[in-house]
């Protein structure tokens, strides 16, 4: 039975009939506000506290209104009505806070910024110190954890590095070519080719990939050990998580990450090789003469040492995110989202950083 | 209006090449607060999992308030699904929703009320569910376990659901909490006319709240009854879980 609901002025009762559920708000009578001393449940043939809950404050829209008298209700929904009247107050009146403004909005950022990087630099330092204790004793290193996490790290992104940096070397050799065979100058897409992969192109690169791949990997994998509970285990067995989970992710990254940006060097080399050869008509034989005439050292060192500084931001980042997750599962997402960021961030400003001063130091 | 609000007969169920359920069959009535025991790993979750149509059983029907659970159509599922509610283990409550909203989102998703209407009935649940108002905009993660687990009885019950499904509803909890989780059980089984079909190892609230028990054993019900009529039964596991706590009665200290 559809839910009815009229206004008697006379008695000022509000008089409801019908299956009072949390469907039935539709029926309620436009009241405009008239008081109603009374509820009158003669008809009703259904009720439950949606129901109750929707005609006790129709008929009290304010709690400092007085309780309506009860009238005609079957003791069954009359307990209901009473029941639910005695959670009411708590329900009436709770208007939602004010939004905050844009100032108020501001400074909350700003405030959790400030604590957010003081809490990366408690985290360095407490890395520091649990780092340094661990340089003296050797046999308390987990070589087993170090091993896993290079071989994750490592070989797992041989592939994507390869095929990434082999494309970026064949599209820039490509636009190179076609600008210096105006000029006759086809020779020296070598240089160029060269000086942007082993410099820029391949440490800039490999670490985005990294801090995609690895970086938010082990924030996940960290954040999901924190809800667990994991590491406070790790913690109350008397084993440090830094020196059981970071340092060796810290480690393993700081060994792959060079390593992965030589193997990109080379296939960002071959498929540079590749386009030299079919568009520029520069035999291998004699794009490698060239390479090995314009070739600098620098050039190579530039870019590897390039590598270690990003693994280590990446590392901290991925850590700290991970281990500053709370206890549910949406910071999990929410923080590992927050390490890539950051993670690009730190690896454009640090990239744009080391090329001034590389220019401004000659090297 | 049927009397029998669950109906199971011949339920067969294989997980993993496990044979969990081999021809079940029970049935509850109308305002029944039953509880499902059994020894760990007889099945009792895959079966709740069964009724509220998270998991298919190789044969056997399920019915609930006379429509059969497997073979309805997804707008038949859902009108059936605002008639009951689950309380899930751990609580299940959404972790990104503050505590209002999670109550409130059943009302969201199945009613037509304006949201702040929808938000004021979530607040009454969770009186009803003997929260303070001030849990109502708090996070599910700042709350203790027992909190957590009266939020989501609170969302259970935000349809006014006929039939109120509890897996386990006192695990995690400390023995005071327990009880008055139990007790408010109770209350709001008597007061809201609910039907409750819940799944516990908790002998405490077997020996409060519950009006039948029906045990699991082998992929059967080995019997139902009152706690006294299961004593009776000669089963090594009864046996031996009812005496989990039957000494403790008998033989008070200084014996």
Known sequence: ?363 | MTDTVLDIRDIHTTLGGNSIHRGLDLSVRRGEVVALIGGSGTGKSVLLREIIGLLKPQSGRIELFGQSVWDTTPAQMNALRRRFGVLFQDGALFSSLDVEDNVATPLFEHTSLPHATCRQLARLKLGLANLPADVAKKKPSELSGGMRKRVALARALALDPELLFLDEPTSGLDPISARAFDTLIRLLADSLGLTVFLVTHDLDTLFSIIDRVIVLSNGRVLGSGSVAELKQLDDPWLSAYFAARTPEETSPHGN
């Open chain 1, 1 to 363: 039975m559809t839910a009815h609901a009229r206004y008697d002025a006379a008695s000022r009762a509000l008089i409801a009939s019908g299956d009072w559920q949390a469907e039935a708000a539709a029926a309620l009578p436009e009241l405009a506000g008239q008081p109603v001393h009374v509820l009158d449940g003669a008809d009703l043939t259904r009720l439950d506290t949606n129901g109750a809950w929707l005609l006790l404050a129709a008929a009290r829209p304010q709690a400092s209104d007085p309780m309506p008298e009860l009238r005609n209700f079957s003791p069954a929904h009359r307990a209901l009505l009473e029941l639910v009247a005695r959670h009411c107050d708590a329900t009436l009146l709770q208007p939602d806070p004010p939004r905050e403004g844009l100032r108020m909005l501001t400074g909350r950022g700003a405030i959790a910024m400030g604590r957010h990087l003081a809490g990366l630099l408690d985290f360095v330092g407490h890395l520091t110190v649990e780092s340094l204790a661990l340089i003296g004793r050797p046999g308390q290193w987990r070589w087993r954890e170090l091993a896993a996490q290079v071989r994750d790290i490592f070989v797992g992104a041989i592939p994507i590095v390869v095929g990434m940096l082999f494309l970026l070397g064949v599209v820039f050799a490509y636009l190179l070519g076609d600008q210096a065979r105006q000029y006759g100058a086809n020779i020296f897409v070598v240089d160029g080719i060269l000086m942007a992969i082993l410099r820029e192109i391949s440490p800039v690169i490999v670490a985005i990939l990294v801090a995609g791949r690895t970086g938010a990997a082990i924030t996940a994998q960290l954040g999901t050990m924190k809800v667990t509970e994991e590491i406070d285990a790790i913690a109350t067995l008397g084993l440090s998580p830094l020196a059981v989970l970071v340092i060796p992710r810290m480690l393993a990254l700081l060994i792959a990450m060079p390593l992965l940006v030589f193997i990109g060097d080379v296939a960002g080399i071959l498929g540079g090789m590749l386009v030299a050869q079919e568009q520029l008509d520069i035999s291998r034989p004699v794009f490698l003469d060239r390479m090995a005439d314009v070739l600098l050292l620098k050039t190579l060192l530039v870019g590897l040492f390039k590598a270690p500084v990003f693994a280590i931001f990446i590392a901290l980042i991925a850590c700290r995110m991970g281990l500053s997750v709370t206890r549910d599962s949406r910071s999990v997402g929410a923080n590992t989202t927050s390490t890539v960021v950051q993670s690009l961030v730190a690896i454009i400003i640090l990239n744009a950083i080391f090329a001034v001063a590389f220019v401004q130091l000659n090297i």
